[in-house]
């Protein structure tokens, strides 16, 4: 396995029009590419599987957080020093992987994540809104600062893989508990400028239900903390 071990993985729902520029892009870098599916109705595997890729499937939709646990197990069991995650729709871009190979080579941190903010005018006001109070809250609760919790643009070291494998998955709630809890015990950690980009898809992120759950998420690490300090 080249390149220090890196491994691609592209987690995916009902992107069959949209995937495979995705994946196209990525094949340039010659490192090993994995798709989960997690559930799709509309032939994405299809997509995938004539483009040659290995594919993980999902029978019914399970959530994001499902599908990279998937991704993990089977990205560890290959022997992969680290993981990138990206999404299938198109907003993060196959020729920015390169800023998380550059940080990877020079540093090896244990998470990377690729931040919009610097250039977020293209972000929907909603989620812009959402992404800075959960991204200001998540800072506070790791003592890190931490400046776009919510891309899935990121990078995990096998360390992080194997502290990351086995939580619950579920829709969104799990990216944003590994941040917490990886800068609280001590994982390094580092961010990439990445392009925000937004088309005209619907976002599978519903900001008042993924909104009270982040909260609830927030409220549990807060008990957490306070029982720890007993």
Known sequence: MGNNGLVICVPAYNEASRISPVLLGLQGYGLPIVVVDDGSSDGTDKVVTELGLPLLRHEVNRGKGEAIQTALRHVLGLGAEAVVFLDADGQHLPEELGRFLEVWKAQQPDLVIGSRMRDNKAMPLVRRAS????SALISALAGHRVTDSQSGYRLLSR????????RPGGRFGLESELIIDALLAGMSYAEVPISCVYGDKKSYFHPVK?????????????????????
């Open 131 to 134: 992404n800075n109070f959960s």
């Open 159 to 166: 360390r992080m893989m194997e502290f990351a494998l086995g």
């Open 210 to 230: 993924d909104s009270l759950d982040f909260l609830g998420l927030v409220g549990k690490k807060v008990v957490e903390r306070a029982l720890s300090k007993r």
